[in-house]
């Protein structure tokens, strides 16, 4: 699976948009972009994800880039219970043969008041 | 309410007393697994199956064993605990279908004397 590089922490202001990088420059063509974030030692949340398109949904968007080579996840309107550690994984169409995320140190997102 | 249940949630025990964790997913999902985290190491996967009666090691087996006889449950089963299993534990499940989008339980807290 292909390897992914986000920064260690992030700071945002509550209410304002968070913006949250990944790059991910070995991902192959069957490899899907992934987030998933981890609330203070909570179980991990799946968010979204997509494979070249620009993805929405009611947590989050997803923009990838022409080239696939790097994301970012963004949170439109952040809130204090948005303090998380976010994941950016790529992971192959269908799971590949064990289903198996691949889960790196992430990003702490920290909002403030 | 779709859910990851695991049971127990904290579990303080000593070295060589056999423990089971559970697991059960009330979505039909085909597909579970098991991991653990660390400090500094992430997440990994223990064990997964994609079915009943079909399951095979991820990256860290060693010392653990589990079963799939029914479709939502998947026990994580410690015969011999060793103070190097204690860790926070998770459950997963997903439908095994094109995506890799998982449902984590809320975790287990183990502490191995």
């Known amino acids: 699976d292909a390897k992914t590089t986000q920064p260690t922490s992030m700071d945002c202001a509550e209410g304002r948009a968070a913006n949250l990088p990944c790059n991910h420059s070995t991902i192959s063509g069957n490899e899907y972009v992934y987030w998933y974030r981890q609330i203070h030692s909570q179980g991990p949340q799946y968010i979204i994800h997509?494979?070249?398109?620009?993805e929405t949904n009611e947590m989050a968007s997803l923009i990838i880039t022409e080239d696939r080579k790097s994301s970012t996840l963004i949170l439109p309107h952040a809130t204090l219970r948005d303090t998380a550690v976010y994941y950016c994984i790529v992971s192959p169409w269908g799971g590949g043969s064990n289903y198996k995320l691949t889960f790196g140190k992430g990003t702490l997102l920290t909002v403030n008041p | 309410e779709a859910q990851v249940t695991q049971n127990p949630r904290y579990l303080i025990t000593v070295t060589g007393k056999k423990l089971t964790v559970t697991c059960s997913q009330n979505?039909?999902?085909?597909?579970m697994s098991w991991y653990r985290q660390d400090p500094g190491l992430g997440l990994r996967q223990i064990y997964y199956s994609m079915n009943v009666e079909v399951t095979d090691k991820g990256d860290v087996p060693e010392g653990y064993k589990v079963s799939r006889k029914e479709k939502r449950n998947f026990p994580l089963i410690l015969e011999s605990p060793s103070p190097n299993q204690t860790s926070l534990y998770f459950c997963?499940?997903?439908?095994?279908?094109?995506?890799?989008?998982?449902?984590f339980g809320p975790g287990t807290r183990l502490t191995v004397l």
């Open positions: 997509g494979l070249k398109n620009n």
């Open positions: 997963a499940s997903s439908l095994s279908t094109r995506y890799n989008e998982q449902f």
């Open positions: 979505m039909n999902h085909e597909y």
